[in-house]
């Protein structure tokens, strides 16, 4: 029996590999408790989401309290309370995806799924299981809207494009993003946010695929078709303004 000193077993539901691996990431940090967030990502490569037991997990590697686990769990959008499906699609309804047709595309797949925000259409993990979410800002405002699978891009989305990758994710398809690594699983990418990547050529996959949209650069590529170039820094930076001195 393996359980932290808050009395929670955890050798049933993490393997001998898991724990290697966590030991893997603490070796990366020189204080142990700076591992906890790749250690979640773990955590949920294992059982799709972050339960009590996974907090448990992650107290006992680090030599911290589940309270304290649970401060960043329930801080950060990524780490999910409730198992999630085979694949996660996230749409973006901040304000310019929102204007552009975000919502429309949010509302539409809600209606697709039969689900709501953070939950799930299939059984979770499944082949063809979708957790559905809706986003604040993707950074991809020249892409509006865009939506993501398991973290990797669609870009330019409407009802109609956005209802059609979601029904091919069903069926099991694995549709191309837009840029970014091949499409995977949820599980999968949440080992690769740990830092864990299977052959090596899926990790030259992931660092070969195209990062960046031509309306991303294209401002770039205007400043060199045109030859125009930023002003040489200065050697030595202008003087601070005179702060009047407190009285």
């Not at 990502?41 to 911290?64: D, K, P, T, W």
């Not at 949010?106 to 939950?119: C, F, I, N, S, T």
């Not at 946010?193 to 660092?207: I, K, M, S």
Request: hydrophobic share 35%; charged share 20%; glycine share 8%.
């Amino acid at each position: 029996m393996t359980a932290t000193r808050e009395g929670t077993d955890t050798a049933d539901v993490f393997d001998e590999q898991t724990r290697q691996r966590a030991q893997e990431i603490i070796a990366r940090y020189p204080r142990s408790r700076s591992a906890l967030l790749p250690m979640l990502h773990l955590v949920q490569s294992v059982e799709g989401y972050v339960s009590q037991a996974g907090m448990a997990f992650c107290a006992q590697q680090l030599g911290i309290t589940t309270a304290e686990v649970s401060a960043v769990v329930t801080f950060y959008t990524m780490y999910k309370r409730q198992p999630a499906g085979e694949h996660l699609v996230s749409v973006c309804t901040n304000t310019l995806c929102a204007a552009l047709g975000g919502d429309e595309i949010y509302a539409r797949l809600r209606k697709q799924l039969g689900v709501g925000h953070e939950e799930t259409a299939g059984r979770p993990g499944s082949t063809g299981s979708i957790t559905l979410e809706h986003a604040e800002c993707l950074a991809a405002c020249d892409l509006a809207p865009v939506l993501q699978v398991n973290y990797e891009f669609y870009d330019n989305q409407t009802p109609e494009s956005a209802v059609a990758l979601v029904d091919a994710l069903r069926r099991g398809d694995r549709p191309p993003p837009t840029r970014g690594a091949p499409l995977t699983d949820w599980r999968s990418t949440e080992l690769q946010l740990a830092g864990f990547f299977g052959e090596a050529q899926e990790l030259r996959d992931a660092v070969d695929a195209p990062s960046a949209a031509p309306e991303t650069l294209a401002g770039n590529q205007l400043a060199q078709d045109n030859g125009w170039q930023a002003p040489a820094m200065p050697d030595q930076a202008p003087p601070l303004p005179t702060v009047p001195e407190k009285k």
